[in-house]
């Protein structure tokens, strides 16, 4: 399990993310209020952004997010309009290392999956791994079902351009709750194409992990923001409704799309 905050907006220092708020990503590592399945989010952090060149770009660390000496000075130089940051607590069979830690990029998305797929390793995984084409299955470094989800969408994507990020998301909880075959899945999902920000807050045989996100926080103005847990007190974040695709626009209202 995970906690994610993403951001979209006008230009901001990481800080105003990782550092800043009253519930920020360092403290959602330390003391997190809404984790389910763990007490800590100590097993590395990391947080993407674009660069100016509009690539995706990536700094991740195994350690947890409070040990790390270079973040100050890293909140402190980083401005972007898109972050998508977390902090990791690892599931069982999954080690700690720089390849198992998000967010998790190629040459245009940037990915973070917040959940667990029960039996993985010795179920769930063969069948991903039938169904991957051998470019997709050998561009996955570490051994999480989070980066096995990111090349499955990733492929879906490549494979009909003209498919929209949220129907591409929606097959692929399609799929997995084939492979599942009845088995626990937890699956809130954030991706970026560097222009929007999608979230999905879904599960299957088990409640969905919290999610939230607002547009009118007075903290971050002129901004749409997706977090596991909200930043501050704000009444202005409300919860992503169970098993629905949310979708953040610069220049539109958010949209909610059932799975």
Same mark, same amino acid.
């Given at each position: ?8 907006? @006008? ?21 997190? @209020? ?9 097993? #590395? ?47 069982? #069979? ?20 917040? #959940? ?107 901004? @749409? ?18 098993? @629905? ?15």
């Amino acid at each position: 399990m995970c906690r994610i905050i993403a951001y979209l907006g @006008q230009p901001i220092g990481l800080g105003g993310l990782v550092l800043d708020p009253p519930h920020s990503l360092l403290v959602q590592g330390w003391a997190p @209020q809404e984790l389910k399945y763990a007490t800590l989010n100590a097993d #590395g952090y990391g947080f993407a952004w674009y660069s100016d060149a509009g690539r995706p770009a990536v700094y991740t660390n195994p350690a947890p997010i409070w040990t790390d000496p270079n973040l100050p000075h890293l909140a402190r130089a980083l401005v972007s309009d898109l972050w998508i940051t977390s902090v990791r607590s690892a599931s069982a #069979g999954n080690p700690v290392n720089h390849a198992n830690t998000q967010p998790f990029v190629d040459a245009e998305f940037i990915f973070d999956h917040n #959940g667990l797929i029960d039996d993985f390793h010795a179920r769930f995984r063969p069948r991903i791994v039938a169904e991957l084409e051998p470019h997709y299955l050998a561009g996955i470094l570490g051994n999480t079902e989070s980066e096995y989800l990111f090349a499955v969408l990733r492929q879906l994507l490549a494979n009909d351009p003209d498919l929209p990020m949220e129907a591409a998301l929606a097959e692929l909880m399609r799929r997995v709750e084939a492979w599942a075959d009845g088995g626990r899945c937890l699956l809130n999902i954030v991706v970026s194409d560097g222009e929007r920000l999608y979230a999905a807050r879904h599960a299957l045989n088990d409640d969905c992990p919290s999610l939230y996100y607002t547009t009118d926080d007075e903290l971050f103005p002129e901004a @749409q923001l997706i977090a596991s847990e909200r930043l501050t007190e704000s009444s202005f974040w409300r919860s992503v409704p169970e098993h @629905q695709i949310l979708i953040l626009d610069p220049e539109e209202p958010p949209e909610l799309l059932s799975l």
